[in-house]
């Protein structure tokens, strides 16, 4: 039942971004998609955290921190970015990284820079 819960989670936040997508198109700063997908999300009735902090722990020692974009329902971590072309695999291990030091199991990445929205859905 929890996996059917995250997976309808993320697809209204999917949702939600495509709207963002189809209004503001590609061009824009990251910034501007954040603050666009905080009113969809709130639209939605989603609750969110911007720029939440979490503690990045290395043999039981905090060695630092890391912010994310936003984490949606204290269930899911979403990174946007505004590239176009071809999006760096370093952004989907940035989000790994993410997932694994939050102990957070599932997060989305969604870039808004090309002419569709490209979305994808990360789990450890």
Known sequence: MIEYEKDTLTQKIIGCCY????????GFLEKI??????????????NYIA?????????????????????????VIVELKSVTGYQPKLFQSQLISYLKASK?????LINFG???????????
């Open 19 to 26: 709207e963002v997508h189809n209004q503001l198109g590609p």
């Open 51 to 75: 720029e939440k902090e979490f503690n990045v722990v290395f043999e039981n020692i905090i060695i630092g921190k890391f912010r994310c974009d936003l984490f949606v329902e204290d269930k």
């Open 114 to 124: 090309n002419s569709s929205c490209e979305v994808k859905r990360l789990s450890v």
């Open 33 to 46: 998609y954040v603050n666009a997908l905080k009113i969809k999300l709130q639209q939605a009735g989603l």
């Open 104 to 108: 957070i199991k599932t997060g989305l």
